[in-house]
């Protein structure tokens, strides 16, 4: 179906940071045709959206995330990584199937795209289940499987999370129209070892997808990388030729200035996680060095049980106040950077231009956010407003690929009475 | 009117901090009357309210604001406090006229209604136009005028600000059937001298009322009093006698624990305001600290200027979620404690004993959560749930002395179009 959304004000996110006002958007198959004042008068048999009082912007890119663990989402908090992973996670996850990864999926993208995520990338296992429900749900991910290993053996082809994820790539990559990619995913530096990391990345250059990988979270990661290996885990990784790769690296709390020309001269992405580096006491991340350094930075949420939420707003806010308070320096991270690494800086990271601005040719990935509440008013600064002030329910629609998912408090594509039957079951299985 | 909120969760946050399930809440002339599982069978002529899938809890409790500020919100950001304070916030401040004050109280009000606030203490000038904002909207408030003096001559008594002081006191304190209190409030110790600041203190002894301070927020503030006293702004407000009054202190960012013996000595509240020091790049106090000293701790928003929001759940958030990550300890201050801090603690700060819990006796300030979100499922505790993953928008109704100020997205006391109305023209006149 096509669209005209009417006399909206459009903060476009393209390369000259444009507002327009009073302007309309028009959706033709899925791609922005149109944009400008009077733009929709032309169009035929569209729907109409009234965009009076509201803001279009392009949908948010929630650059790290492992979709499945909102099933553990509030199940254990307020006790250090080790007890937390070990003690509770891991079990519960043992016990997960198909089933439950494709509920607890959908139920995360409920709440991505009721509050403007238009794009999530994830790291996970049981990905069929996923991209399942990504299918069918209409968000856009780029997904991909999670390797560990131990002791693989000699020959990796045969290691199973190995072929899991080829036949994930060969099953999925450019799936639903185009709205999945793939991407391979060494788990971390302390759960792959060298060779296992670097057979990962020549079957990615093989099968031509990017890298996603958790980076220096953490200062025991950092150190023992150290002790092991002589050297930061930016550096091992870059040493084994994993960043000869498109790639993707979540976290990077404990990286160095050197780690970031490094990063810098392989085009590595940053996917700041404040909310959750935070609530599991990994620290602040230096991304004002980060952002000096030139590096591309996009902000992820992380799972549900680590953050709590999927809620791409909470995260801006925080990327944007968190360092200028940590470090004293309230000029650091303005409103303006902090939406352009949810919006703009995620397409780029994800290797998708299509999306990330507001532009004609560009797919229709693009929210809308209700100007009209009492917190957002006084209206003085657009970037201001939406950093500082708007929450994730001022979204009032959520569009993916010309497809509304999402309108005022209504999930178009999933069967909420539905999400919530099987997830009351799949608690029962899980924790009862 | 009297009400039954039926078959709701209860977070009672009282003294063995009881979760009750499927109980009743009988409201009866403003108090809460009867609390348990069907104790609401016998009431007649009442309101009844389906509490199912709902949780009811104390009001949150705002300790420190400065609610017309609301006009200003997004109006400066990205700048040091200098200049955001002297060419922007103090220019426009000098403009605002009683009626500008009036209808940016209620804009504020509005949003606090609408996210679950239902008491906050502010200290400002034009409390006049304030208190009738609050008595007119239905919430509760402490209220106080801003002092501040550079050379107040010998004679206090006829400083305007302490005349004015006086003069608001006299008339409001216990106004609004109980619902607004006064306080005296020297603004700073940089802004206030030595002999001004005793005779507030005297003053405020006089009139039973209690103070209401900004504390050592900024390391500049620390160092120059270092400097010009040989102490702490804590020491120094020590000394001075300040604390001898009942005391709210609101940032404390650069305390030290010498200072926390002085302000557990002397019961002074401290009221933490993560998200304006971090925005303001003050830095970020020493909660964990202040907590192990005993202190009270509560939890405020401080102005929308520099937050830029009046939405305690925001700063609950931060308030856990900061100080894990700033000083990498996962188990300092639990979800629970930052509950607490956003409701008992706040009413025992401001002298409040029959607010800040859902006790048979109490006044019926209140709220109710919808737990059907679903970002707030699955629901595994509590407690996490509304810290970790709760937003102000999922407040779904706000009563205040039993009666309901918010309810299903309505303000029941104040017309949404006219506060628009006139914020506009508000806005044409200090900003146009």
Request: with cysteine.
């Amino acid at each position: 179906m096509n669209h005209i959304i009417r006399n909206a004000t459009i903060l476009t996110m393209n390369d000259r940071n444009e507002i327009l006002e009073h302007s309309d958007v028009v959706v033709e198959g899925g791609i922005i045709a149109r944009i400008g004042p009077g733009a929709g008068k032309a169009a035929d048999n569209a729907n109409i959206i009234d965009g009076s009082g509201k803001l279009l912007m392009p949908g948010l890119i929630n650059g790290h995330c492992h979709v499945p663990m909102t099933l553990l989402r509030n199940y254990a908090d307020d006790m250090d990584l080790q007890t937390w992973l070990f003690e509770h996670i891991f079990p519960v996850e043992d016990r997960m199937n198909g089933d439950d990864i494709y509920w607890g999926t959908l139920l995360g993208i409920m709440e991505m795209v009721s509050t403007g995520t238009t794009c999530f990338a994830d790291m996970y296992d049981g990905m069929d289940s996923i991209a399942s429900a990504v299918e069918r749900s209409g968000i856009r991910a780029q997904l991909s499987r999670g390797q560990t290993s131990n002791d693989p053996g000699p020959d990796f082809s045969q290691d199973p999370a190995m072929k899991d994820s080829v036949d994930f790539i060969k099953k999925w990559n450019g799936a639903a129209e185009g709205r999945i990619t793939a991407a391979m995913a060494p788990h971390a530096i302390y759960t792959c070892s060298p060779a296992y990391i670097r057979a990962i990345a020549e079957m990615a250059e093989r099968l031509g997808v990017p890298i996603h990988v958790h980076l220096d979270e953490t200062v025991r990661e950092h150190e023992e990388c150290l002790k092991t290996h002589g050297k930061t885990p930016a550096a091992h990784l870059y040493d084994l030729g994993l960043f000869d790769l498109d790639t993707i690296a979540a976290h990077c709390v404990c990286i160095t200035g050197e780690d970031m020309v490094r990063l810098k001269e392989k085009d590595v992405s940053v996917i700041h996680c404040p909310a959750s580096n935070l609530k599991l006491a990994s620290g602040i991340a230096p991304i004002p060095e980060a952002l000096s350094a030139g590096l591309n930075v996009c902000i992820g949420t992380d799972g549900a049980s680590s953050n709590n939420n999927l809620n791409m707003w909470e995260d801006m806010y925080l990327a944007s106040i968190l360092h200028k308070g940590s470090r004293r320096d309230p000029k650091t991270i303005t409103a303006a950077d902090a939406l352009r690494m949810a919006t703009a800086n995620g397409a780029k990271a994800l290797g998708m231009p299509y999306v990330g601005s507001i532009r004609e040719g560009n797919k229709a990935d693009m929210i809308l956010v209700d100007l009209g509440k009492p917190h957002l008013k006084p209206l003085h600064n657009l970037y201001s407003t939406l950093v500082y002030s708007a929450q994730g329910s001022d979204v009032s629609m959520t569009m993916v690929d010309g497809r509304i998912l999402y309108q005022d408090g209504e999930f178009k594509t999933i069967d909420r009475e539905k999400v919530y039957y099987h997830l009351e079951k799949v608690c029962e299985r899980l924790f009862g």
